[in-house]
Nanobody
Framework: QVQLVESGGGLVQAGGSLRLSCAAS????????IDWYRQAPGNQRELVGT???????NYADSVKGRFTISRNNSKNTVYLQMNSLKPEDTAVYYC?????WGQGAQVTVSS
């Protein structure tokens, strides 16, 4: 079955960086698009960005220029590199593929 497992969350000061990983299994990773979402307390889940099976990316305006999504098909893993973090980036971050979600990774940015 499709499984997605996020890792790499944590607490960081504003202006710092974190890299999240999303390890996938149970499907043909290399031919599928992968999305990153986030959900802050009291807010709806929002799309952060997408990487297509071909490696093209697009991002929400709120993270453009600060966040980068990449993938390593040999490791069935997608990454979310987050730089210049702001307190408003605090959220649980999820990867999503084939209508399946990971368990989420907490990212907390202190001011």
């Amino acid at each position: 079955q499709v499984q997605l497992v996020e890792s790499g969350g944590g607490l960081v000061q504003a202006g710092g960086s974190l890299r999240l990983s999303c390890a996938a299994s149970g499907f043909i990773f290399s031919i599928n698009d992968i999305d990153w979402y986030r959900q802050a307390p009291g807010n709806q889940r929002e799309l952060v960005g997408t990487i297509t099976y071909g490696g093209a990316t697009n991002y929400a305006d709120s993270v453009k220029g600060r966040f980068t999504i990449s993938r390593n098909n040999s490791k069935n893993t997608v990454y979310l590199q987050m730089n210049s973090l702001k307190p408003e980036d605090t959220a649980v971050y999820y990867c999503q593929a084939l209508r399946t979600w990971g368990q989420g990774a907490q990212v907390t940015v202190s001011s």
